[in-house]
């Protein structure tokens, strides 16, 4: 109940194309979802995140749409670039002050140009 | 602001070492969190500090880890002795206290690749 499964594993596109990365969670009491982006060498940095009272949330490029009923939710990337080439998780936790992230498993994504 | 920094960013030992992991999180931040990564699968907790105290270890996987946060400031994970399936990076995060700005984002270190022969 506490795993996050998140697909595809690995992505391709062509700069300007849209990836989208899809997430399902088990465990209803999550109630904030954050996207975090890795570069090689580097650590998990949040991109976005959304809590289960809105559907969908905007910043920039990024959107994350989230369907609470069915419990998944899900990246999409606009007019990807090769910069956005990294790898994505997926995570969820309870709100509540200091609770840890349960994550899913990451997807490499490739932008070529 | 400095970020989350750990040390070393790679350590290759032999099975039944010892190895001390080391994270700095970010100044002034109460809650300290270390995190596992194997072999290109999901992030896993492993444990949470709040300033000194052990607020939640769940995640340790045996008691060959030991965790530390003397003081407050710093924290070391140890693993001894060291065995195959401890290989992976290892995490630390770290976020501010109860009212501080976005309290539940978790602010990441590059981790520690850890090889074990």
């Known amino acids: 109940q506490q795993q996050v499964k998140q697909s595809p594993q690995s992505l391709i596109v062509q700069k300007g194309g849209i990836p989208i990365i899809n997430c399902a969670y088990e465990?209803?009491?999550?109630?904030?979802f954050p996207w975090y982006q890795q570069f090689p060498g580097k650590g998990p940095a949040l991109l976005i995140a959304?809590?289960?009272?809105?559907s969908e949330k905007k910043e920039g490029r990024f959107t994350i749409s989230f369907n609470k009923s069915a419990k998944q939710f899900s990246l999409h990337i606009m007019d990807s670039q090769p910069g956005d080439s990294a790898t994505y998780f997926c995570?969820?936790?309870?709100?509540?002050?200091?609770?840890?992230?349960?994550f899913g498993p990451g997807t490499r994504l490739s932008v070529l140009p | 602001e400095a970020g989350v920094t750990q040390f070393p960013s790679h350590s290759v030992i032999e099975k039944g070492q010892t190895v001390t992991l080391r994270c700095d999180p970010i100044s002034g931040h109460d809650n300290l969190y270390w995190y596992r990564r194997v072999m290109g699968k999901e992030i896993k907790f492993l444990l949470h500090?709040?300033?000194?105290?052990?607020?939640?270890e769940s995640g340790m996987p045996n008691n060959r880890f030991l965790a530390e946060r003397t003081g407050g400031t710093y924290s070391t994970l140890k693993v001894q002795p060291a065995e195959l399936e401890d290989s992976g990076v290892y995490f630390c995060?770290?976020?501010?206290?109860?009212?501080?700005?976005?309290?539940?984002?978790?602010?990441f270190g590059p981790g520690t690749r850890l090889t074990v022969l």
């Open positions: 995570a969820a936790s309870k709100e509540n002050y200091g609770q840890n992230f349960v």
């Open positions: 995060a770290s976020s501010p206290g109860l009212g501080g700005r976005s309290y539940n984002e978790q602010f």
């Open positions: 959304i809590r289960p009272d809105v």
């Open positions: 465990n209803t009491a999550f109630d904030y």
């Open positions: 500090f709040v300033k000194e105290s052990k607020q939640d």
